[in-house]
């Protein structure tokens, strides 16, 4: 097997890896960058693959057929987004803190859905869904040599997730609305005294963060696992709060940071069927994108440098 | 200062004496036979999977069902479950059933073999039960499966359907246990397709279905054409990539694992057949032996085609006719003792060499 060929195999695997760890890490990113620390990713996206399973399901048998996975995300985007409240309303108007509600959240996230689920159905896991998200060939562009391992048997949701990071890039750097968004998660007094909300600034960040959680984990249920279980949503969460301190809170960074995550998983896993690799004692490859995350953050990228006034809730007419 | 220390002593012993009669409480009503004046109870404690798992939990506990509603017991009192949602869940659940002086306590899966065994040891009196592993202690029974016998036969089904001679096994964690289903497995194959390849990769998870589906794209895309998964909640994924890959025109299957998975595969159809373990047959068992006085206290019970232990399941409209005679065949053999089906490394390479 050739050079090439391991490529086709690996790159659309990294990519569908990805996807939902690019989402979650933009939520993050919002979420962080006005003040709030997000440690309730893994909840939400708890939230967001039990929403968009139970809407599947609900949805299809309503007859919406193929429409209905992509319908399913866009009410976990909304159910993500109300779930975040559990984190706003404390942590900004009560000054919580917001390492422990985090915490909290994700224990609350766990053990709602599943209780949920069982009031539902009866059971502890979901039915698989009838109608999901399918890896698809791209037409024309799956056909050309060398560029088709981007194109052929990938999720669109993977191309959805690398334009919503350049979206979200835009936002946060060149609107005004991202110039207040950094500001009051920078120095929330200046940004005040400029006549800027606080609150609701923090408001806005932590149901965009939300949003995309909902949004990332119905991606990852409605792709890959098909039904809803407590195991569902193991650890992704933390993986994207990783991506989004490796990307530096840039919204580019977390994503190059993401799909460096899914090239090593994509290595680590299917490294045992490839020529070469296949020499290399399986455990090398499985702890393998764990040593080469600590390398990067220890040697290439440096410091990082989290937005100044982050999990310090603002308390106005306070020095 | 001498005052306080003599108080301090009289306090440990009062303490101490209270303990102890409580202890003594205990012993006097295990002795008056309180399963006599309650009935028979029988408890299971599930590992992290949970009871409706679609896999072992669940089929234990649809034993445990069939078996309470056979002899009028009642859910909750004559018989019940405790979930697990985290390893260290186990031994607190083994002791609550122990405490509950249930007659007899299932653990389910090989997870809890080490808990099991120090519980078992806490309450000497005690019948309790293991599913899927052997523990070596007076009051254990241990309830395992020839898994390697129900992989053979799934063998042979996809040694005979594959187009492209490259055939893969999807393991979750590399175990023993695991292990008896990849041999089965390979020997299976190689009995009726000694031309083919066997690809094989562990995911040392059985909980990540993004792997299972990683390890099946790879497999795939190497003109495997058939895999059997032997790896719970990981093997969702290898499902996941088979529809995918059957929509777009390939021609993959997937051979599912402990029970019909004819389900997982709509609506693209991509389960060929699976291998069916039996937990509910084994438990149901190994209750009413129980019940009857015959608790398998200290030994090893073993379920295997001939006990119907293991099968190849119900759903096999997708495997050709001259197929399944072949299996009808094979399962003959190794129920007359004629194959001896390996279970282990060793074993296969030994298998193998016999039959050049």
């Given at each position: ?137 791209v037409p024309f562009l799956s056909d050309i ?62 149901m965009i963060s939300g949003g995309f959680g ?106 | ?356």
């Amino acid at each position: 097997m050739g050079f090439l060929e391991v490529l086709y195999i690996v790159v659309p695997i990294a990519l569908a890896y990805s996807a939902p760890l690019i989402i979650a890490a933009l939520g993050g990113i919002f979420s962080e960058r006005s003040g709030v620390v997000n440690i309730a990713l893994e909840g939400l996206m708890v939230m967001g693959a039990f929403t968009g399973i139970v809407s599947a399901l609900t949805l299809s048998k309503m007859g919406l057929g193929a429409a209905s996975p992509w319908v399913a995300m866009l009410v976990a985007i909304v159910v993500g987004a109300i779930f975040s409240l559990f984190l706003a309303v404390p942590a900004i108007l009560f000054r919580a803190d917001q390492t422990v509600l985090g915490v909290a959240i994700n224990m609350l996230a766990v053990g709602l859905a599943i209780f949920l689920v069982r009031a539902f159905y009866g059971k502890g896991q979901t039915d698989s869904i009838p109608n999901r998200i399918s890896k698809e060939n791209v037409p024309f562009l799956s056909d050309i040599p060398v560029l088709k391992m981007f194109f052929a048997n990938v999720y669109y949701t993977s191309y959805i997730a690398i334009i919503l990071a350049f979206v979200a890039w835009f936002v946060v750097f060149k609107t005004p609305f991202g110039l207040r968004l950094r500001s009051v998660g920078e120095h929330p007094m200046a940004a005040d005294t400029m006549g800027i909300n606080v609150t609701k600034m923090r408001f806005i960040g932590v149901m965009i963060s939300g949003g995309f959680g909902g949004l990332a984990g119905a991606v990852y249920a409605t792709s890959i696992s098909l039904n809803f279980s407590v195991t569902t949503i193991l650890g992704q969460g933390f993986l994207a709060i990783a991506a989004m301190i490796f990307g530096k809170w840039n919204p580019l960074g977390a994503m190059a940071a993401a799909l460096f995550f899914g090239f090593a998983q994509a290595i680590s896993i299917i490294g045992q069927q490839l020529p070469l690799l296949d020499q290399i004692p399986q455990v090398y490859l499985l702890i393998a994108p764990y040593v080469l995350t600590i390398l990067a953050l220890a040697g290439v990228v440096g410091r990082a440098d989290a937005p100044k006034a982050v999990g310090v809730p603002y308390i106005k007419g306070k020095r | 200062m001498k005052k306080k220390s003599l108080l301090a002593l009289a306090a440990t012993g009062l303490a101490m004496s209270s303990v102890l009669a409580a202890c003594g409480s205990n012993d006097d009503s295990k002795d008056s036979g309180s399963s006599e004046k309650d009935g028979f109870k029988v408890g299971m404690v599930t590992d992290t999977g949970g009871v409706d798992d679609k896999s072992f939990n669940q089929s234990a506990w649809e034993g445990i069902q069939k078996f309470g509603k056979d002899n009028d017991l009642k859910e909750g009192t004559g018989y019940k479950y405790l979930q697990s949602a985290k390893q260290s869940d186990y031994q607190p659940n083994l002791q609550q059933l122990a405490r509950a002086k249930y007659d007899l306590i299932l653990g389910i899966g090989f997870l809890m073999a080490e808990d099991i065994g120090k519980v078992a040891d806490q309450f000497k009196d005690k019948n309790f039960a293991l599913v899927d592993m052997v523990v070596d202690k007076p009051n254990v029974a241990s309830i395992v499966f020839k898994e390697n016998e129900g992989s053979f036969l799934v063998g042979v089904v996809a040694g005979l359907t594959t187009k492209t001679d490259k055939v893969g096994f999807v393991g979750g964690v590399n175990s023993d246990l695991i292990k008896k289903f990849e041999s089965g497995f390979k020997a299976g194959v190689m009995a009726v397709n000694p031309d083919a390849k066997v690809e094989v990769q562990y995911a040392e998870d059985f909980n990540a279905a993004e792997k299972g589906q990683a390890i099946a794209s790879g497999m795939y895309g190497k003109k495997v054409d058939v895999i059997y998964h032997a790896a719970g909640g990981t093997g969702q994924g290898v499902f996941t990539e088979a529809k995918n890959r059957k929509k777009n025109g390939e021609d993959v299957w997937v051979i599912g694992v402990d029970r019909d998975q004819v389900e997982e595969g709509m609506p693209e159809n991509v389960t060929l057949t699976s291998m069916v373990k039996r937990v509910d047959t084994a438990v149901e068992q190994v209750a009413k032996d129980t019940k009857d006085g015959n608790f398998p206290a200290g030994k090893v019970v073993e379920f295997g085609l001939k006990d119907g232990g293991v099968d190849i399941a119900p759903s096999q409209d997708n495997v050709a006719k001259d197929v399944l005679t072949k299996v009808e065949d094979y399962k003959k053999q190794i129920i007359d003792g004629k194959i001896t089906v390996p279970a282990t490394d060793d074993e296969y390479k030994e298998y193998e060499a016999s039959l050049k």
